[in-house]
């Protein structure tokens, strides 16, 4: 079947404008996370939802980053007021539930000029 | 406070070689250790994974080992091939894998022909 996608798969911004990144997770996946790639910080962990749970966003770096799950199914990670640190490949996975295991996604390459 | 510590950084093996890359945590309550490989341009995919109540797992020529009383793990490559060149992801999760992971810092592996 097909794996997770996400969309764009890159995206450039100004400083200050908005983005917004999306997330298909893999079809019967509960368990949806975002995780942010970049040099400096290698792989760190965004936010994580698991069914109609009341998501965990303790790695969210500021409010400037929020991010949703509609219907149980896409998810959008939306960063408001870019800033330059904010360029990273920004990861999508879904599991589900039972496993644990992670299945990520291509990644979306956010570059803020 | 890195919770997961991967070395080393970078490593060149020759074809048909052992690769050993090392990870250390912090946290007793993980209680799940995956190892993630990635390309250049795609997302990390799960390699072979543990959990503490075995002290080895043989997926192949992908084995980890693991030390609970020492906090440490380990993947071994055996037979490397160029093909394996990537770059090789520790990572450890709370809750049967069923949370973020933390992720060590990545390992660049080479393999020479």
């Known amino acids: 079947g097909a794996g997770v996608s996400q969309s764009p798969s890159n995206k450039v911004t100004e400083k200050g404008k908005d983005v917004e990144l999306r997330c298909d997770p893999i079809?019967?996946?509960?368990?949806l996370y975002w995780y942010r790639q970049s040099l400096g910080q290698g792989l760190e962990f965004l936010i994580y939802?698991?069914?109609?749970?009341?998501?965990?966003k303790s790695g969210l770096p500021s409010d400037r980053f929020s991010a949703e799950r509609t219907g149980g199914s896409v998810s959008t990670l939306t960063i408001q007021r870019t800033q330059q640190e904010d360029s990273a490949v920004y990861l999508c996975?879904?599991?589900?539930?039972?496993?644990?295991?992670?299945?990520f996604g291509p990644g979306t390459r956010l570059t803020v000029l | 406070q890195q919770q997961v510590k991967q070395s080393p950084q970078s490593l060149i093996v020759q074809k048909g070689g052992i690769s050993i890359i090392n990870c250390a945590y912090e946290?007793?309550?993980?209680?799940?250790f995956p190892w993630y490989q990635q390309f250049p341009g795609k997302g990390p995919a799960l390699l072979i994974a543990?959990?503490?109540?075995?002290s080895e797992k043989k997926e192949g020529r992908f084995t980890i080992s693991f030390n609970k009383s020492a906090k440490q793990f380990s993947l071994h490559i055996m037979d490397s091939q160029p093909g394996d060149s990537a770059t090789y992801f520790c990572?450890?999760?709370?809750?049967?894998?069923?949370?973020?992971?933390?992720f060590g810092s990545g390992t660049r592996l080479q393999v020479q022909p």
């Open positions: 996975a879904s599991s589900l539930a039972t496993s644990g295991e992670q299945f």
């Open positions: 079809s019967g996946h509960t368990a």
């Open positions: 939802f698991q069914g109609n749970s009341a998501p965990d």
């Open positions: 946290n007793t309550a993980f209680d799940y």
């Open positions: 543990i959990r503490p109540d075995v």
């Open positions: 990572a450890a999760s709370m809750g049967a894998g069923r949370r973020a992971l933390t």
